[in-house]
């Protein structure tokens, strides 16, 4: 009992504004995975609310369910953490949409949240690997730049490629 | 997916493999000169290096190559090579990053990635002289490929060496061909005695390896030098402080980007060590130790190839016959068959890799691409040539 309340002292909490006014209460340890907002706490100090104006309240909140799990798990030193952030991770992927992967990837960016990027890239990448080229434009929402002519020739020279 | 920040997207792209991503150079100007760049290839390199994709296992047997997908091992798979075989060897000089340099009964010399299907051939390069030939014969000679960081360079190094009459003296002619300048130039001679032919230097870190002595005399004991790539110089590797290096003979490999050394005790005992820091003693350590087994051919030639994806395995090849995993944990040996492997064969691990084998590579691409052009007329003349061959 009085160990918990020691640690319940001892962690700072923060309240993270999202761009549409939600806010979030959050521990500082979970808070501070996300590179843009340790910067923040170390260079503002005092403040305990940090409004954050890219970024609106369903990803904010996406990207910090994935800080709290991995925050949790990282505490206990069990050996199998990394086990368990693996099958985690796996799970929290496993069912986006295009939509909300984009807009879930621009915001841990945004939030420099490194380890989320990581993982949802690989996740993109998975997702678009082997698609035909005018379907990865239209993911990308990429117009093709070429002269006429330009395209083919480029899919002459590494034909092999396209098999 | 609309406007993502470009290193993201380079981030994105980074994961993808070597085919796929020479298809997505016709996306746009933007992706292609993105794939084209210096530092998208190796910023693919390290993404692969890091995620432990992209790695295919090399087959050599006689003038036939083989490959296998390490990332979904279905098979081997013969894979088509630049240099006509003349029905005889064809010999593997280096490997890094992504490139091999193989090599054939008339001494030419291909420089090729084999994930791009590019290749140059390198001018030629005349036998080494003796200088004296009363009082010498031709010893060992031996390869290898590296890579300078600090000028973005391929380079093949070529040492040979002749034994004394006497058979204690030696001297060394060292060659080194630059991708850049598309030359050879001689450079200091090598002041160790190789030990014997192994196929190729081991590159690590800026640096190729080779087992020597320092005197040609029975039972001297065997080191490990290294090649500077960027510096031209020798120097010395540290071995681990327990090893035994009187007793046992040396082999070196790579293991995830690791130097590696394997100590063969008379056959009897076979120990793996990883230099965790290179030119650290200190970060040495002892992966495994194998002691006869049914379970394998001999403890005549037992190298390590790569970690398993999971990291918990070493594959390894075995008297040039089999395949085999070690665990780590339990030091135990399990067998590995792959569908269409061949019965004898020289393995090694390659990286799929977009590095060009062209020596203005990413300084104008305009050029490069009508060089490209060439290379693949000839690829196609050569291709020809060798399927009559065969």
């Known amino acids: 009992m009085s160990s918990s309340s020691t640690t319940t002292t ?73 086990e368990v952030n693996k099958w985690w991770d796996k799970e929290f992927v496993m069912d986006l949409d295009q939509n909300t992967l984009y807009h879930l990837l621009m915001a841990a960016d945004y939030l420099s949240g490194t380890e989320l990027v990581d993982l949802l890239t690989e996740k993109v990448a998975s997702m678009i690997r082997g698609k035909k080229v005018e379907e990865i434009r239209e993911t990308f929402k990429i117009k093709s730049d070429f002269l006429p002519g330009q395209e083919e020739e480029i899919r002459k020279k590494n034909s092999w490629a396209f098999e | 997916m609309a406007y993502l920040p470009v290193e993201v997207v380079i981030d994105i792209l980074a994961r993808l493999p070597v085919k796929y991503l020479l298809c997505l150079r016709c996306v746009c100007k933007p992706w292609r000169s993105l794939i084209d760049s210096l530092d998208f290839i190796h910023f693919h390199i390290l993404k692969s290096i890091e995620t432990k994709t992209h790695f295919g296992l090399i087959l050599r047997k006689g003038f036939q190559l083989f490959s296998v997908d390490l990332d979904a091992p279905n098979g081997a798979v013969e894979l088509p090579h630049p240099l006509m075989s003349y029905s005889n060897d064809i010999k593997i000089l280096g490997s890094c990053n992504g490139l091999l340099c193989i090599c054939n009964v008339a001494e030419d010399i291909a420089l090729w990635n084999p994930s791009t299907k590019m290749h140059r051939l390198l001018p030629f390069l005349s036998s080494e002289r003796i200088r004296d030939p009363g009082m010498a014969i031709r010893g060992p000679r031996v390869y290898g490929l590296g890579y300078d960081a600090i000028s973005d360079d391929y380079k093949l190094v070529r040492v040979s060496q002749f034994i004394g009459l006497d058979y204690q003296s030696f001297e060394s002619e060292v060659k080194i061909y630059s991708l850049r300048t598309n030359e050879w130039k001689g450079i200091e001679d090598l002041p160790y005695a190789l030990c014997y032919t192994r196929r190729m230097g081991v590159h690590v870190n800026g640096f190729l390896h080779w087992v020597v002595i320092r005197k040609v005399k029975v039972d001297e004991s065997e080191l490990v030098v290294a090649l500077d790539i960027v510096a031209e110089s020798y120097k010395e590797v540290p071995l681990p402080e327990s090893l035994n290096n009187n007793q046992s003979h040396l082999d070196l490999g790579v293991l995830g980007g690791c130097l590696c050394v394997v100590a063969n005790y008379r056959e009897i005992d076979v120990e793996v060590w990883v230099m965790r820091e290179y030119g650290v003693q200190e970060s040495w350590m002892r992966l495994v130790k194998l002691g006869q087994s049914e379970e394998l051919v001999s403890l005549k030639l037992v190298r390590p190839l790569t970690y398993s994806k999971t990291g918990d395995d070493i594959l390894f090849e075995n008297d040039h016959k089999k395949l085999f995993l070690c665990d780590l944990k339990s030091q135990r040996i399990k067998d590995v068959r792959i569908c269409g492997m061949p019965d004898t064969f020289e393995a090694l691990v390659c990286l799929s890799s977009l590095v060009s084998v062209n020596a203005s590579r990413g300084r104008d691409s305009r050029n490069q691409e009508s060089r490209e052009d060439n290379t693949r007329m000839r690829d196609n003349f050569l291709s020809e040539g060798f399927k009559l061959v065969l």
């Open chain 1, 10 to 82: 001892t962690t700072r909490l923060l309240m993270l504004k999202a761009s549409d006014g939600v806010t979030f209460e959050v521990e500082e340890a979970v808070a501070t995975k996300l590179g843009a907002i340790n910067n923040m706490v170390e260079e503002e100090g005092s403040e305990d609310l940090i409004c954050l104006p890219n970024v609106n309240g369903k990803f904010l909140g996406m990207v910090l369910e994935w800080c709290k799990k991995h925050a949790n798990n990282n505490t206990n030193s069990d050996k199998g953490n990394d």
